[in-house]
């Protein structure tokens, strides 16, 4: 998926999907200023707010130069009313090795975006990416308090979900089905 694939959420926003490049890192610092503090802590699993700008930036540079064996990252943008094109949705997957079948999934939405099947699609759209390259399972670690993000994976109707809880996070692992 090099090129531009574009989604319609349910409210009927236009937005562009393609992969995430190496200079992108601009593109994630303005998402993750877009997101709520409580976004923020669901998706990374702390709070945020002391991080420095120069730990943000340096985040977002290692997250935008990926080696494509082993980490895709798809970018959902929209073109906003300034004429820039800002992130809404991010979704990635790491795998360990290049033989690994198993790769560790993550997704964040920008608050605004969220409830509007965005991040179902980013989903769904990166396991096509990974299925590709020979991957089999997501796993991934989420908040327990992170409804949100369960309930899209019961939607899901993933058969043979494997989940554990630790310490106020569940585990989950699920195999990559065809869409």
């Not at 959902?76 to 795998?95: W, Y």
Request: charged share 30%; net charge neutral; aromatic share 6%.
């Amino acid at each position: 998926m090099e090129n531009f694939a574009e989604f319609v959420t349910r409210s009927g926003d236009k937005v562009q999907l393609r992969l995430v490049k190496k200079g992108d890192a601009d593109l994630l610092i303005d998402l993750f200023n877009r997101l709520s503090p409580e976004s923020k802590r669901l998706r990374f699993h702390l709070y945020t707010t002391k991080i420095s700008e120069q730990r943000i930036r340096m985040e977002a540079e290692k997250l935008s130069d990926l080696d494509p064996q082993c980490q895709r990252a798809l970018v959902a943008t929209i073109t906003e009313a300034d004429g820039q094109e800002h992130a809404v949705g991010v979704a990635r997957f790491a795998r360990a090795s290049v033989n690994a079948t198993e790769a560790e999934v993550a997704v964040v939405v920008r608050d605004d975006f969220q409830r509007r099947g965005l991040g179902k699609h980013l989903l769904q759209t990166l396991a096509d990416e990974a299925r590709a390259l020979g991957i089999t399972h997501f796993s991934a670690w989420v908040m327990a308090d992170n409804y949100r993000l369960m309930k899209l994976i019961r939607g899901m109707e993933i058969k043979d979900l494997e989940s554990e809880t630790r310490y106020g996070e569940i585990k989950i692992r699920a195999p990559i089905l065809e869409n």
